[in-house]
């Protein structure tokens, strides 16, 4: 790595002549600044952070606070956290990843500490601490999901709520009057806001089109297997033959076995659709309609955001929502009389 000595050296100046000309705190010929600067660029020399900091600069850095909880799903918050890296880095910006369970602790550590040039906030819970800290200061912030106060913040999310609408709606379409929805553990329903948002579409939107809707749970954990069994057992056994899941991909084959397990084919004697799935659901042994939540829509929308509001952009504070789609796999078939 090129240091300020080198270019100092190559450039024929003292090293305070370089700082001077690159940081702008005091003035050097026009001559002597463009001869610097041909140097720097020619040499690859790049200013660390603290010397962009003290010079008032840019740091080219985005913090992200994914705290990581025992009862993260990991998976699915590291597609959000690579989908958000790869974005900043098209832009020119690294990011600075802030693991701690009290998320409150990261965010006012880098805020004081002047580290960063904006923060993207992940993981979002209903009233989630990180919102009142956002409204605070003046670090551009973005988050990656809603919370139930936004008053004064930026957010950006799939539309959730529109997505559990979709869903209902095609299993209505298919003249199914009966649907249940395997959802996400309890702990989700509890800590984060997204699944509330489906389905709480999901429930107005069966409730307008006379539907009757049944929800469970996945259990405490993503990988309870006993409870997504009795939970689908116990559906079949009250005749339900339309199923809606929002929960991980474990869940999803969970659901297919014990149908499978009972002679049941998706496609022909069951409708099955997955509500904002955030993995690869052709990866499934049985192709199923998805409504996918695509980590990379989000995470550039709000890196995008991050980087207008520094370059000067007078952004509105509001809520993003992103338009759900439905792709067709030919799992939904009109319900049998």
Not at 13 to 21: E, L, N, P, Q
Not at 149 to 167: I, K, P, Q, S
Not at 186 to 203: D, H, I, M, T
Request: aromatic share 4%; proline share 4%.
């Amino acid at each position: 790595m090129t240091t300020i000595h080198e270019v100092a050296e190559a450039a024929g100046v003292s090293i305070s002549t370089v700082s001077y000309a690159l940081s702008g705190k005091r003035p050097v010929s026009e001559k002597t600044r463009r001869r610097i600067e041909e140097v720097a660029l020619s040499l690859a020399y790049e200013p660390d952070a603290g010397a962009r900091m003290l010079a008032g600069r840019r740091t080219q850095i985005f913090a992200l606070t994914e705290p990581l909880r025992a009862d993260t799903h990991a998976p699915t918050h590291m597609a959000f956290v690579l989908a958000t890296a790869v974005a900043a880095r098209r832009r020119g910006y690294d990011i600075l990843l802030l693991t701690d369970e009290q998320a409150s602790d990261g965010m006012n550590r880098v805020v004081a500490s002047h580290l960063v040039d904006a923060i993207l906030v992940l993981d979002v819970a209903p009233d989630d601490e990180r919102a009142d800290i956002a409204r605070s200061m003046r670090t551009p912030t973005v988050f990656i999901g809603v919370p139930d106060d936004w008053r004064g913040l930026t957010c950006v999310d799939l539309d959730f709520e529109a997505a559990g609408c979709l869903a209902i709606d095609r299993l209505a379409d298919a003249g199914h009057v009966r649907v249940t929805l395997v959802g996400q553990t309890e702990v989700a329903y509890r800590k984060s806001n997204f699944p509330r948002r489906l389905l709480r579409g999901a429930q107005d939107r069966a409730i307008e089109r006379e539907i009757a809707l049944d929800r469970v749970t996945s259990g405490e954990s993503a990988t309870d297997a006993s409870a997504v069994r009795e939970a689908v057992e116990a559906a079949l056994a009250r005749g339900d033959r339309a199923f809606i899941v929002h929960a991980v991909d474990d869940v999803h084959v969970l659901l297919l076995d014990t149908l499978a397990a009972h002679g049941l084919q998706v496609g022909k004697d069951v409708s099955v659709v997955s509500a904002a799935a955030s993995f690869d659901t052709s990866t499934l042994a049985v192709p199923i309609d998805v409504i996918p939540l695509v980590p990379q829509q989000s995470c550039e929308l709000a890196v995008d955001l991050a980087v207008r509001r520094l370059e000067g952009d007078d952004l509105a504070a509001r809520v993003h929502l992103i338009p759900p789609e439905y792709h067709s796999a030919g799992s939904v078939v009109p319900a049998r009389g």
